[in-house]
């Protein structure tokens, strides 16, 4: 069965700071990746998503991720981060009939 | 385009009531999800709809109900509401054009609070 794990609960960076959020998955097979964002009381934005092809993976707001099939990992990235990034980030893997599992969400916070 | 829309936003009921939320597809997505959302168990898939059948069900009991009508929108119903219940119960929608995942966007979330 898939799963995913976000090793970090919370991170806090500052302001224009690289980022760097953890994802690890488990899949038998070749999986559908995503990063959401959420905004307190919001739902979740897609970010970015890997089907197949290029393993580095552009997004939207500036944030980039990179599959490694070897290390089961699609870390998010972003080079400067804004006090607007502040936010939950969820990582999640998606297989056969939109049967999707989300990670427990990594809560970034955004020093001034 | 529109996005996902769920009606209403936020609802008040009490323990053994019941209650039916609403989700409306963007135009032209024919899959909707339903998960629910709480601080102790996160993102939890509840089930989903293709084309007024239920594709995928999650590991909920049965007073979690859904249904889709022929233009794609799809409700979601609890029975006998246990405060456990309290959660943001979110909806996505994708087109799903073939047995492969397919990127979902969700909608704002409905938040139901059970006293």
């Known amino acids: 069965a898939q799963s995913v794990t976000q090793p970090d609960i919370h991170i806090t960076v500052s302001e224009g700071a690289s980022l760097e959020l953890r994802c690890n998955y488990s899949y038998g097979a070749t999986p559908y990746l995503f990063w959401y964002v959420q905004s307190p009381g919001q739902g979740l934005q897609l970010l970015l998503k890997?089907?197949?092809?290029?393993?580095l993976v552009q997004g939207i707001k500036g944030f980039e991720a990179e599959f490694k099939r070897s290390q089961s990992s699609f870390n998010l990235r972003k080079p400067s981060v804004h006090w607007s990034d502040a936010a939950e980030y969820f990582c999640a893997v998606g297989a056969r009939n939109n049967d999707m599992r989300f990670g427990a969400g990594t809560r970034l916070t955004v020093k001034p | 385009k529109a996005g996902v829309t769920q009606t209403p936003r936020y609802l008040i009921k009490t323990r053994g009531q019941q209650v039916t939320l609403s989700c409306s597809p963007i135009?032209?997505?024919?899959?909707v999800s339903w998960y629910q959302q709480t601080p102790g168990q996160g993102l939890q898939f509840l089930f989903e709809y293709f084309s007024e059948t239920q594709r995928n069900k999650g590991n909920f009991p049965g007073r979690f109900s859904g249904r889709q009508f022929s233009n794609s929108r799809s409700e979601m119903n609890v029975s006998t509401l246990e405060l456990g219940d309290s959660a943001l119960y979110l909806c996505?929608?994708?087109?799903?054009?073939?047995?492969?995942?397919?990127?979902?966007?969700f909608g704002p979330g409905t938040r139901l609070t059970v006293l």
């Open positions: 890997y089907f197949s092809g290029d393993t």
């Open positions: 135009s032209g997505h024919r899959s």
């Open positions: 996505a929608s994708s087109q799903l054009t073939g047995t492969s995942t397919d990127t979902q966007y």
